[in-house]
C-alpha cells in the first residue's frame, strides 16, 4: 500500500500569512494526488486534484505542485475561513489513502 | 444540483449488521464510480471501498474487507453500504463521495454517524 506522510501535522499562522503543508508518498504517484479541506463537522471539500489543478470555485490564493514523491499545498494570504484541517489523497492505486493530516490554527 | 446524502445510521451492538444508503441527485449516477469513506471520531479520514459506474469493479480498505459490502442500485440512483460483524472500530462518520475523470472525490456527502458499541 501507498503511505502517505503530511508535516507538518499542526501549523500556527496568521491571517494574511503564506503557508505551504508537505505531502510526501512512499513511492512514485505521478500527479495522482488531490488535496481537501475540512472544517470542523463538516463534510471535506475538494481544493486540488491532479496535483496542481485548482478545483472549481476554489479561490486562486490556494496552489498545489510536485509530482512522483513530493507534494506541497500552498496558501496566499491566509483568510479567516481558511483554518482548517487539510488533507491530501493518493489515487494512483488501491487501496487509496489519505495522508494523516495537517491543523491549521489561528495564531 | 448535485448533491449526496446518506443515512441508515445509528447505535449497533458488536457483531450486528446495518446498511448504509445514500441517495444521489443531480447528475447521472450511473456515470459514476463512486465511494465510501469514514472518519472515527476525533481521526483523520479513511478510504473504505469503491464501486464502478456499473456495479461491475469493487475494490475495499484491508480494515474491512470480507465485512463490508458496497454495491449500488443505478436505476434507484443509490448506493449502498452493507456492514456485517461490526467491530468498535468501525464507529466514524461515513461518507459517500462521487468519482470523476476530472474533479475526483467531489461532491461528498453530509456524512451519516455509525456507533459500534455494547
Known amino acids: 500500500d501507498i503511505q502517505l506522510t503530511q508535516s507538518p501535522s499542526f501549523l500556527s499562522a496568521s491571517v494574511g500569512d503564506r503557508i505551504t503543508i508537505t505531502c510526501r508518498a512512499s513511492?512514485?504517484?505521478?500527479?495522482?494526488l488531490a488535496w481537501f479541506q475540512q472544517n470542523l463537522g463538516k463534510a471535506p471539500k475538494l481544493l486540488i486534484y491532479?496535483?496542481?489543478t485548482l478545483q472549481s470555485g476554489v479561490p486562486s490564493r490556494f496552489s498545489g505542485s510536485g509530482s512522483a514523491t513530493e507534494f506541497t499545498l500552498t496558501i496566499n494570504s491566509l483568510q479567516p475561513d481558511d483554518f482548517a484541517t487539510y488533507y491530501c489523497?493518493?489515487?494512483?492505486?488501491?487501496?487509496?489513502?489519505f495522508g494523516q493530516g495537517t491543523k491549521l490554527e489561528i495564531k | 444540483q448535485v448533491h449526496l446524502m446518506e443515512s441508515g445510521g445509528g447505535v449497533v451492538q458488536p457483531g450486528r449488521s446495518l446498511r448504509l444508503s445514500c441517495a444521489a441527485s443531480?447528475?447521472?449516477?450511473?456515470?459514476?464510480?463512486m465511494h465510501w469513506v469514514r472518519q472515527a471520531p476525533g481521526k483523520g479520514l479513511e478510504w473504505v471501498a469503491v464501486i464502478s459506474y456499473d456495479g461491475s469493479y469493487e475494490n475495499y480498505a484491508d480494515s474491512v474487507k470480507g465485512r463490508l459490502t458496497i454495491s449500488r442500485n443505478n436505476p434507484k440512483n443509490t448506493l449502498y453500504l452493507q456492514m456485517n460483524s461490526l467491530r468498535d472500530d468501525d464507529t466514524a462518520v461515513y461518507y459517500c463521495?462521487?468519482?470523476?475523470?476530472?474533479?475526483?472525490?467531489?461532491?461528498w456527502g453530509q456524512g451519516i454517524m455509525v456507533t459500534v458499541s455494547s
Open positions: 489523497l493518493q489515487l494512483k492505486s488501491y487501496p487509496y489513502t
Open positions: 491532479a496535483a496542481s
Open positions: 443531480g447528475f447521472t449516477f450511473s456515470d459514476y464510480a
Open positions: 513511492q512514485g504517484i505521478s500527479t495522482y
Open positions: 463521495v462521487r468519482q470523476a475523470p476530472t474533479s475526483p472525490f467531489d461532491p
